[in-house]
């Protein structure tokens, strides 16, 4: 099962304030700039990225539900700023992936530990 609500609204209020700087440089992480789907506000929401097989894989650490998921499922894709680099996403699609191959091998058992098998894969345009 994903992380919370509870948690999740923790993290947007206080770690990803704190996380996103280094977020756009660390191996592993990135920011998703995304337009709300009504608001029309830009946002900044720092997640676990992955480069595998010429796409960008994001693990769904909170659910396919996420606001930010909608929103960028909304747009058709979105962008991505991941060690220090820019990148123009499109084509996104939730994957349910128990072997979690989409990530590194390493990353695997955090994953299951926590229970995200969901990913948002997307193509580099």
Partial sequence: MPLSRRVARFNERVT????????????GFGVV??????????YRTPVNVFAHDG?????????RQAE????VLAARGCE?????????????????????AEVPVFVRPILRL????????????
């Avoid at 796409?55 to 659910?63: D, H, I, K, N």
């Avoid at 930010?68 to 929103?71: L, S």
């Avoid at 996104?92 to 072997?99: C, K, Q, R, Y």
């Fill in 68 to 71: 930010w998921v909608k929103n």
């Fill in 33 to 42: 700039v995304h337009t709300g789907r009504t608001s029309g506000r830009v």
């Fill in 80 to 100: 991505l700023v991941t060690r220090g680099r820019r990148h123009h996403l499109t084509d996104p699609e939730i994957v349910h992936d128990d072997g979690r």
């Fill in 114 to 125: 926590i229970g995200v098998a969901d990913f948002l894969l997307l193509r580099d345009s």
């Fill in 55 to 63: 796409r960008f894989a994001v693990a769904l650490t909170y659910g």
């Fill in 16 to 27: 990803n304030r704190l996380t996103r700087p280094l977020a756009l440089h660390a191996p």
